[in-house]
Nanobody, 121 residues
Framework: QVQLVESGGGSVQAGGSLRLSCVAS??????MAWFRQAPGKQREGVAA???????SYADSVKDRFAISQDNAKNTVYLEMNSLKLEDTATYYCAAATLYRPWHATYNYDYWGQGIQVTVSS
């Protein structure tokens, strides 16, 4: 059972930056991703990275967010820049054990507890 622990969330003004981290307890995954869920909305994929370094982004965050990983530390990061009000959400780290379409929540086997990101004007 892989455990995922997120950190780094918080409150920031629009235009600011935050970096999220997610540490996995063991290496049984092939891809890790960040999802987010705003109140009243479905959980959506933000970015994903495979262990070999293949990266995918949602169009809404491309050119503003950057996902990266440190395989030696079993850690994935999400650098979020130029934050907008609409980026406010609970952000979840997820791990997949098979290569399947990255943006679908049902393709992930393990989830973190979620961390709040609030962007204010």
């Amino acid at each position: 059972q892989v455990q995922l622990v997120e950190s780094g969330g918080g409150s920031v003004q629009a235009g600011g930056s935050l970096r999220l981290s997610c540490v996995a307890s063991e290496v049984t995954y092939v891809r890790m991703a960040w999802f987010r869920q705003a109140p009243g909305k479905q959980r959506e994929g933000v970015a994903a990275i495979s262990r070999v370094g293949t990266i995918s982004y949602a169009d809404s965050v491309k050119d503003r967010f950057a996902i990266s990983q440190d395989n030696a530390k079993n850690t994935v990061y999400l650098e979020m820049n130029s934050l907008k009000l609409e980026d406010t959400a609970t952000y979840y780290c997820a791990a997949a054990t098979l290569y399947r379409p990255w943006h679908a929540t049902y393709n992930y086997d393990y989830w973190g507890q979620g961390i709040q990101v609030t962007v204010s004007s």
